[in-house]
């Protein structure tokens, strides 16, 4: 076990004229990304006036702050602040989970087994699903659908029997990852007609669901290579030991995928937590999300900058809490290879 | 019994010939199972990915088959509701041949001597691939593939040269490659170095990486809004600057170029940490023993990065281009907010394209144009997979 | 100790009232229990009028208001998403009546003829013509209640056309004058350079109206009924004449006194530059009055005046396409000679009623909307800046007092409601494209043709060519002969 607190770094400290150059970098990109922060956290306590009239940097130096923008989000809208930030708490952090435990699952599955479903078993799977659907689109009552679409897939099946091409698994990863390729707009419609047939529309599971899906190709792949520079030979020692695969992933593999983990997490969690266009049309009164309030803030008067910055400060805040909590997993990659040594 | 086993993405052979596609694939599970090939174990195995296959296809299949179907057809008002009348690839037509050509393709002008010796160039490396598919040994599907990457990439060159010609205007289609290749090249680069940076042994390290994060963080929308306000020369921040500098008659609104860099910048900032997060957790979690060997033989830090480090990330950063590609050509609120798409159209991406055709109704029309930016990523993805992603992910 | 007892008092002050109140408010009210949806977009503009006014409403009729607000840019196609699903969430929409044929032509908008002739508190004929007879209206029927007044006018600095001796523009030659005399001067004292003329002219923002504004006086000249995009017989575009040539000349050469980045301007630019005295004028609907009165964001209160459009003493001869000097017969609404064609821009902020609602909502929905109009409440709500809402009733324009008490001075009211009756009064007002999928025509085509020509990717010729083809080929796309019968019913004239 003490190997495991090994550091793996450079005995020797920096050289004196690379430090420098390092923090040289280090320190212009933080500007770089500091900069716009700041100004919107400037923005946030401006009037209307000190937006228009030109630049003002430092408030209480070049202009006196207010905290009118605030003052309206919060105590004149109060809810209509606080219920889409609720929303967007419990949307982003349930479909995040969820993309996360289904995700790293198939990653595993796609690195570790191999598959090989019959393109002729998912053609007929496809079309069956299409019948089953359209048939539901037509008022047929969904048990006998989903029933008679069962029967028929295995009747078919056991008539066209076990031949025919195959599909592996890079196959699969790929066609996973090009459920991402279309843009929103274009099946934005689709999805909400689902939704409304299936009386979700304007519910926090609607966006649940459908950041879950958008979310997951990206896990698989994330995770797939995360995984891969994982050592088999652990994995392959507690096979021979008699453990389960549930087993193996959850106790070897897993924990030391923790960094893989916390930063795909993370990635994902943005993803949902962010989600506009999706927002928009799944949501109404009930459960519309933030990132809906920031677009709200341009309207016939041009942008509300004021307003918009607070949103967003809002908005990052917990966002920050939660890369901070996990930056400490993703610095535990040091475990990995001590682990390993 | 067996056939619930045929269900599709769920099946598995566990003697299946080529098991040795994926290097580190043919692992336990293989062994395992061959060993005790009964229907649990399968079972086990199938559970992994099968909630994962069975979301997504009940999720994607309607919403593409009826935007497929959509892009056929033209959406009317008409007594009593909506008709979808059927036009057949009329949407597809306007953009290629027809009306919106201009918009979707762009306007091209005679090349100049240097366009037609880059189109010179570039098609005989695309000859001589294209031939090397021939002659290798590869089997008919890649002498296909390697055919059709060729025509397509050497067509999508012939309209660059053709538009980026001076007179000549690039459409949507061209525009959004631009942002993609250029956004790509420099995030990845940027997000490595600074990940680099981030993995030494410096002093506050944990801040500069939750700080570096932030940008992913912000709503897009958000940050196309803080954009348009710092890149205002009238009101922003950099206002003074840019009078003190003699150009306060001068602005990059005006300039197509000007306009374009100015959505890129934004696109920067905003995706460089997604390279940076990714690379930094796979450079924090490579194995040790690498560099301690290569720190006794005495390698300098440079050394150490491109020689063991580097390449042991090869696999996240084939994945993760190919993740960012696939993101990178949906990019629309950039645009959107900072420019909605002008001057003119020069900063119009196709997800804006469509977007636009979308908001006004014109449904049939946006899906098209929703389906040919598919059919680009698909290309693009395919031949990234094929003749690069594979071969990188092997070379680890 | 003290403050928690006097903390108690004030709670239990603040309670009383309201445990006299509740159970009574629910006793024998017309509407109660019934709920209303109404969808806007998200404010303050227009939902806060709408949102203030709900609870009062509530108090009398009991019918509960909810105000659901979407944003701006997306309102449209969230509107036409809900009704056309037949999800339905909504009973009643505020929105823009440019919209109206994608709405009335499917039967989503309930009729409202009967109801509003029925409705003595209403006032029907205190709202101005324009806005009764045009805007509310489709086809001979009404679908909409207007609750505010949208078209365009020319705004300027008065205390700068006073020092330079100068006239607010009555054509577009004088508005180049003025623009010219004050481009590149400071104009409010910071010490920077300002601009003659600011128009928003980003690309798919509000670009395709300031540039129907230009044109509309080459363009209609024989009262709103002629119309200005289309030859009302043959459905042919009048954007290939040399009128709309010289219309698109104007409005390049105002990019020449305007600032560096006007290409990306939108009328937030425009009106923040305005407000806060960069601009000398201006091209805008109503919202600049209001603005320059408030001191949070106003650098320039009381030195604001208004001016209907500029117009000019030129027309378009429809037979040959030529442009032609007014002459008593070619331009009966001519005043000395200039032809003025207000553009009502966009329309309005109209109520309208979801046909497939319950008759009990609908009948409250209606009420609602009826009780906004009525001149008891929007007479305060259109002086309230903040509201969005703009005079469109004789009502608003009689009395000054709440415009006094919003904080302009006698004069400032009595310039900037002059310019809107102005405008108002006239009979050759222009009314906004209202033929189904309009938004096609004008937010594409119209559009990206003028983003490009400003961006010299066209030249004038190329440009008129480009929307004329755009146009022909959306209108045979979707039928010469509907969209004919549309554009006729829009302007009222009886279909052939």
Not at chain 2, 98 to 117: A, D, M
Not at chain 2, 197 to 206: H, I, M, P, T
Request: glycine share 8%.
């Amino acid at each position: 076990m003490a190997r495991v607190w090994r550091v793996r770094r450079a005995p020797t400290a920096l050289p004196a004229w690379l430090a420098v150059v390092f923090y040289a970098a280090l320190v212009t990109w933080a500007a770089v990304v500091l900069f716009p922060l700041y100004w919107i956290v400037v923005t946030s306590f401006k009037l209307p006036i000190h937006v228009y009239a030109g630049p003002v940097y430092l408030p209480f130096v070049d202009f006196m702050p207010s905290l009118h923008a605030w003052r309206y989000l919060f105590v004149d809208l109060r809810n209509d602040t606080l219920r889409p930030f609720e929303n967007t708490v419990i949307v982003a952090l349930v479909s995040s989970t969820l993309a996360l435990v289904l995700g790293t699952g198939a990653g595993y599955g796609l690195l570790r087994f191999h598959y090989r479903p019959r393109l002729s078993a998912i053609l007929l799977f496809t079309a069956t699903a299409v019948l089953v659907i359209a048939a539901m689109a037509e008022r047929v009552h969904g048990l006998a659908a989903i029933g008679g679409g069962v029967l028929l897939f295995l009747l078919v099946r056991a008539v066209l029997g076990r031949s025919g091409r195959t599909v592996g698994n890079d196959d699969i990863a790929f066609w996973m990852i090009s459920q991402r390729m279309l843009p929103p707009v274009a099946v934005v419609i689709p999805i909400y007609v689902m939704f409304q047939r299936l009386s979700l529309l304007d519910t926090r599971a609607a966006l649940i669901i459908t950041y879950t899906a958008v979310n997951l190709p990206i896990v698989v792949w994330l995770m797939r290579d995360y995984f891969r520079n994982i050592s088999l030979e652990l994995e392959e020692s507690a096979a021979i030991d008699g453990a389960s695969p549930y087993r193996i992933f959850w106790s070897i593999v897993l924990p030391l995928a923790t960094p893989g983990l916390a930063a795909t997490f993370l990635l994902v969690l943005v993803f949902s937590w962010n989600e506009y266009l999706f927002a928009l049309f799944l949501t109404s009164a009930n459960a519309q999300t933030l990132p809906l309030s920031i677009a709200a803030q341009n309207a016939t008067r041009g942008p509300m900058w004021w307003y918009m910055s607070v949103l967003i400060l809002i908005m990052i805040t917990p966002v920050i809490a939660m890369a901070i909590a996990l930056e400490r997993y993703i610095a535990k990659g040091l475990l990995v290879g001590a682990l390993k040594g | 019994m067996s056939k619930a086993v045929d269900r599709p993405g769920a099946e598995e052979i566990p003697s299946a010939p080529g098991a040795r596609r994926i290097k580190t694939g043919a692992g336990w599970g293989a062994a395992r199972l061959r060993a005790a090939a009964d229907w649990p174990a399968r079972q086990v195995t199938t559970s992994f990915v099968l909630p994962a296959v069975l979301l997504l296809f009940f999720l994607s299949i309607f919403p593409l088959l009826v935007s497929a179907y959509l892009s056929l057809t033209r959406f009317q008002f008409v007594p009593g509701g909506f008709a979808l009348r059927w036009v057949g690839l009329a949407n597809y037509g306007k953009l290629l041949v027809g009306i919106e050509q201009s918009h979707f393709l762009g306007v091209p002008k005679p090349p100049t001597v240097v366009g037609w010796l880059l189109f010179g160039l570039a098609a005989s490396v695309l000859l001589l691939f294209a031939v090397r598919g021939i002659t290798s040994a590869s089997g008919r599907r890649g002498v296909v593939g390697r055919a059709a990457f060729a025509v397509v990439a050497g067509a999508g060159i012939w309209l660059a040269v053709r538009t980026l010609t001076p007179g000549g205007f690039p459409g949507t289609l061209l525009t959004t490659l631009i942002y993609v290749v250029v956004g790509i090249t420099v995030q990845y680069w940027l997000g490595l170095w600074l990940a680099f940076l981030c993995a030494q042994e410096v002093a506050g390290r944990r801040f500069f990486r939750v700080v570096f994060l932030l940008p992913m963080m912000i709503t897009p929308v958000g940050i196309a809004y803080t954009f348009r306000i710092l890149m205002d020369l009238g009101k922003g921040p950099f206002a003074p600057v840019w009078r003190a500098l003699g150009l306060a008659e001068v602005s990059w609104a005006n300039y197509a170029w000007g306009a374009r860099l100015v959505v890129m910048l934004g696109d920067i900032w905003q995706w460089t940490p997604f390279m940076f997060i990714v690379l930094l957790a796979a450079l924090e979690s490579l194995p040790a023993e690498l560099i301690e060997a290569a720190m006794v033989d005495g390698a300098s830090r440079w050394q150490l990065f491109w020689r063991i480090s580097w390449p042991q990330l090869i696999p996240v950063t084939s994945t993760l281009i190919l993740i960012r590609m696939i993101e990178a050509f949906k990019i629309i609120d950039l645009p959107n907010v900072l420019t909605n798409g002008g001057p003119g159209t020069a900063t119009e991406s196709l997800t804006l394209h469509a977007f636009m055709a979308w908001r006004t109704l014109d449904i049939g029309g946006s899906a098209a144009v929703a389906y040919m930016l598919l059919f680009v990523v698909t290309f693009a993805a395919l031949s990234y997979v094929n003749l690069a992603h594979r071969r990188l992910a092997e070379a680890a | 100790m003290r403050r928690r007892v006097s903390w108690l008092l004030v709670s239990i002050l603040l309670l009383l009232p309201l445990a006299g109140v509740t159970p009574a408010a629910s006793q024998g009210k017309p509407f109660d229990g019934v709920t209303v949806n109404v969808l806007t977009f998200t404010g303050p503009q227009i939902a806060e009028p709408l949102q203030r006014r709900g609870p009062d409403f509530g108090k009398l009729t009991g019918a509960k208001i909810n105000v659901i607000t979407v944003p701006f840019s997306d309102l449209y196609q969230k509107v036409l998403t809900d009704v056309a699903t037949g999800t339905n969430s909504y009973q009643a929409f505020v929105f823009d009546p440019q919209w109206m044929a994608d709405f009335v032509t499917p039967g989503y908008l309930e009729e409202l003829t009967s109801r509003v002739n029925a409705d003595k508190a209403l006032q029907w004929t205190d709202i101005m013509p324009f806005f009764r007879n045009f805007s509310a209206t489709y086809g001979g029927k009404i679908y909409t209640v207007p609750l505010d007044g949208d078209f365009q006018m020319v705004y300027y600095r008065t205390d700068l056309l006073q020092q330079a001796g100068l006239k607010p523009p009555q054509t577009w030659a004088d508005y180049f004058k003025i623009a010219q005399t004050f481009n590149k001067k400071d104009l409010n004292g910071d010490g920077t350079p300002d601009f003659g003329s600011c128009i928003a002219k980003k690309r798919n923002a509000q670009s395709y109206w300031m540039v129907w504004s230009v044109a509309a006086g080459y363009l209609q000249a024989k009262g709103t009924r002629e119309g200005s995009f289309f030859d009302a017989d043959t459905m042919k575009p009048l954007t290939n004449n040399e009128a709309f040539a010289e219309a698109l000349r104007v409005y390049v050469q105002t990019g020449q006194y305007g600032p560096p980045d006007e290409l990306n301007w939108d009328v937030g630019d425009s009106r923040s530059g305005f407000v806060t005295g960069r601009c000398a004028l201006s091209i805008d609907w109503g919202d600049i009055g209001p603005l320059a009165v408030d001191p949070k964001t106003s650098k320039v209160q009381d030195k604001v005046g208004a001016v209907i459009l500029p117009g000019s003493p030129r027309v378009l001869d429809r037979k040959t396409g030529k442009l032609v000097a007014c002459t008593v017969q070619k331009c009966p609404y001519s005043t000395g000679g200039v032809n003025h064609a207000p553009f009502a821009a966009y329309g309005g902020w109209s109520g309208a009623i979801n046909k497939a609602a319950p008759a009990k909502v609908k009948d409250a929905a209606y009420a609602f909307l009826s009780y906004m109009s009525q001149p008891a409440q929007s007479s305060t709500d259109v002086t309230i800046g903040i509201t969005g809402f703009n005079p469109y009733r004789r009502a608003h324009f009689t009395n000054l007092a709440p415009w006094l008490k919003s904080g302009m001075s006698a004069a400032a009211a009595k310039n900037y409601l002059g310019a809107i009756s102005a405008s108002l009064n006239s009979a050759n007002m222009v009314l906004d494209l209202r033929i189904p999928q309009n938004q096609r025509y004008q937010q594409i085509v119209l559009d990206t043709a003028i983003a490009k020509m400003l961006a010299k990717e066209l030249n004038i010729d190329q440009a008129m060519k480009e929307i004329t083809d755009g146009w022909e080929a959306i209108t045979n796309e979707l039928g010469r002969d509907t969209q004919l019968k549309a554009y006729r019913e829009s302007l009222g004239i009886p279909t052939k």
